[in-house]
């Protein structure tokens, strides 16, 4: 990774867009200072002659009052005396103004109560009372209503309330919500409704997700939201990084994974893709993105986003310090959201911890649960590719309808067994953690960790695939001897979801959890003498 990277740059760079009075107030003193003008020593002595009034309105205030008359909302002052009347009037407003401001932020207070939105960062905007309120707060066009209608959603989520108007009011906003909260909306909603209509400026929006499965998803769920305008939405696959002429290419929101896009920034200078006009850039699943697999790639992307006035937002359902700093870094006045606490799953799901004791009481114990109540669509995560196949090779001669997914299939095989799934022709998908996180499948009631997860986030994504948008779900977790040390960290998200969880699991001693990853004797009912 290059050190000084525009992340870090852009960071603090002056957003004459977003202090367009400030600017422009600079802008005149800076003028006036060149030439040396009167207009220069003006601007000051407007200022002054401003404070001395104020001084002058507060003494005469009582005065003023008897010699005032009220005319269709003016103060008219008869007399010679009657230069304050303006600082009068606005010294009433402004109390008013401090008034009604007090209030809203009582009002701000409960909503966010009520919804377990906790926020910082300076004036953070008023989180939404309902949908309704985009349309009169932030003239938000009929179509993008009426498709929210036709999605049937009637009240935004928590995070949606929160979200939306920091990122419409142009601010930077790192995020952190449970799975299945609609963060997709939270981002993309704002996006169209600040990208207004499509035009031929190039990309102006970027979306990164880590894996081609969520980025197709994103990118479906936004032409969703999209529908009725003619925004191009386009999806960064192997075709278009191959065939495309890039400074042709009619784009108004970008969705790729970071690897794919970094391979077109790097392309060869006439084909390469131009992300200096980019607006708005989501990084979802933020703290993935910033894994060691994929910051260099990320941080390509984020750097070639270079315009100054461009609004970053980071999205997730856990967020660990480390995103948390470097957010606070880079991000220009960034406002912090986070609903619910911050080291929990959704409250939606019922975890279950299962002692399994070994390898192969895994296997018993999951094909026991198949007979007493196979409660499909349901996925089931394993720890690596092999296991994946070997849970496969076992599972698809029992009469359930399997599938399995990992990294080594084709792109057009993820797709179909994807589709598959989606469409209820398999019932239980077993998975890498390359289905952990973002897939939204909504039908999903129950999540098996055939493989303890390696860390607290996985757990927390990977059961997160159930219980989505406010439904039950179920997670149940395998454990053997080698995970004990690790089942402290899972309990501590468990009592912070709400779940019970047995006294002798709290006093378990705490250990740093670094990645989990034990080896494990390969899935297998054959006879040991028999295995090839
Ligand atoms: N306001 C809403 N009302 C009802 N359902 C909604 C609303 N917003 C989004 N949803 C639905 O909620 C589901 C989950 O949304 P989404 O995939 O955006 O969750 P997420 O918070 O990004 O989850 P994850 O952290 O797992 O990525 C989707 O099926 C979506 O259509």
């Known amino acids: 990774m290059e050190k000084d990277t525009s992340f870090l740059l852009t ?13 422009a107030r600079f802008k005149k003193r800076k003028q006036s200072n060149d030439d040396g003008s009167v207009d220069d020593l003006s601007y000051f002595k407007r200022e002054d002659t401003e404070a001395e009034n104020v001084v002058v309105s507060v003494n005469k205030k009582r005065k003023r009052k008897t010699k005032a008359e009220r005319v269709e909302g003016f103060s008219v002052f008869k007399g010679s005396d009657s230069v304050p009347v303006v600082i009068n009037e606005a010294t ?12 809203q932020n009582e009002r701000d207070l409960r909503l966010r109560k009520k919804y377990g939105i906790h926020v910082s960062g300076n004036n953070v905007p008023s989180p939404l009372q309902g949908f309704a309120e985009l349309s009169t707060r932030y003239g938000c066009e009929s179509y993008l209503l009426h498709n929210l209608v036709k999605l049937g959603f009637k009240e935004p989520t928590p995070i949606q309330r929160q979200a939306i108007p920091v990122l419409l009011s142009g601010r930077e906003c790192f995020a952190k919500a449970p799975t299945g909260s609609g963060k997709t909306l939270a981002f993309v909603y704002p996006m169209l409704m600040k ?18 499965e969520l980025a197709a998803q994103t990118t479906r769920e936004c032409k ?27 784009c108004d929101i970008l969705v790729s994974t970071p690897r794919r896009l970094q391979l077109c920034i790097c392309k060869k200078k006439k084909k ?8 708005y850039l989501v990084l979802d699943e933020s703290d993935k993105l910033f894994e060691r697999s994929l910051l260099e790639q990320t941080d390509s992307v984020v750097k070639a986003c270079s315009n100054p006035s461009i609004i970053r937002s980071l999205f997730s359902a856990t967020l660990p310090d480390f995103v948390e700093d470097v957010a606070r870094t880079v991000m220009h006045d960034a406002v912090r959201v986070i609903v619910g606490d911050k080291n929990a799953a959704s409250e939606s799901i019922k975890q279950k911890l299962i002692f399994a004791g070994s390898e192969e009481g895994k296997l018993l114990a999951l094909r026991q649960s198949f007979t007493e109540s196979l409660n499909p669509p349901m996925l089931i995560f394993v720890q690596s590719i092999e296991r994946a196949e070997e849970l496969y090779g076992e599972l698809k001669f029992d009469s359930i309808r399997v599938g399995v997914i990992h990294s080594n299939l084709s792109q057009e095989q993820r797709e179909n067994v994807i589709d598959d799934f989606r469409a209820g022709k398999t019932w239980v998908l077993i998975a890498t953690d390359v289905l952990g996180r973002g897939m939204d499948f909504k039908g999903v009631k129950c999540v098996i960790n055939y493989d303890f997860p390696d860390c607290a986030a996985s757990y927390i994504h990977r059961i997160g695939r159930s219980g989505r948008a406010g439904r039950i779900g179920e997670a149940i977790t395998f454990y053997t001897e080698d995970d004990i040390p690790y089942l ?14 047995p006294s002798w699991l709290i006093d378990m001693p705490k250990k740093k959890w670094k990645k989990h990853y034990p080896r494990r004797e390969s899935i297998s ?8």
Request: hydrophobic share 30%; net charge positive.
């Open 11 to 23: 960071g603090i760079k002056f957003n004459k867009k977003r202090f367009a009075g400030d600017f």
């Open 92 to 103: 009433e407003q402004e109390e008013n103004n401090q008034k009604e401001l007090n209030r």
């Open 195 to 212: 990208l207004k209509q499509p035009s031929k400026d190039g990309i102006r929006a970027v979306i990164l997700c880590h894996t081609r």
């Open 224 to 250: 969703k939201m999209a529908k009725g305008n003619k925004f191009r939405i386009k999806l960064m696959t192997k075709e278009l990084m191959r065939n495309t002429d890039f400074t042709k290419l009619p």
């Open 272 to 279: 390469k893709i131009d992300l200096s006009r980019v607006e």
């Open 488 to 501: 402290r960290n899972i309990a501590n998200v468990m009592i912070a979801s709400g779940c019970e969880v």
């Open 525 to 532: 009912t054959k006879p040991k003498d028999q295995e090839e």
